[in-house]
């Protein structure tokens, strides 16, 4: 269960239950599965919805281009990342215009702290 958390946008909540929906021993090393156990993990990975993994547990809901719930990870979660924030930067959200600037997002306080 744990190893699967070295995988950027796994979670150890996630990959609980992704183990639990593919019948796999959650108390296996990573280096225990068997190839088969492996696939089975990647399929549900790649299609969580179709294993019964409920959408509020994805960390992509409603997707800007496709409008689906997805679990994003690995390159194409920095992907997403990049074009959100590039998305929000062309339309001039504030949120958009703090990253461009580089200021703090989250309504932190910049007199003191978050200096170069």
Not at 79 to 101: A, C, P
Request: proline share 1%; hydrophobic share 35%; net charge positive.
């Amino acid at each position: 269960m744990y190893g699967l958390t070295a995988v950027k946008g796994i979670g150890r909540r996630f990959s609980n239950l992704l183990l639990k929906r593919a019948g796999v021993d959650t108390r296996k090393r990573a280096g225990e599965l068997t190839k088969k156990e492996t696939e089975l993990v990647l399929r549900v990975l790649e299609n969580p919805s179709a294993f019964g993994i409920e959408d509020w547990m994805l960390n992509r809901r409603k997707d800007f281009d496709t409008n689906k719930c997805l679990q994003v990870y690995s390159n194409t979660l920095s992907t997403s990342l990049r074009n959100d924030l590039e998305r929000m930067k062309k339309m001039r959200v504030h949120r958009g215009v703090r990253h461009f600037w580089q200021l703090k997002v989250r309504g932190q306080h910049t007199c003191t702290t978050g200096r170069n």
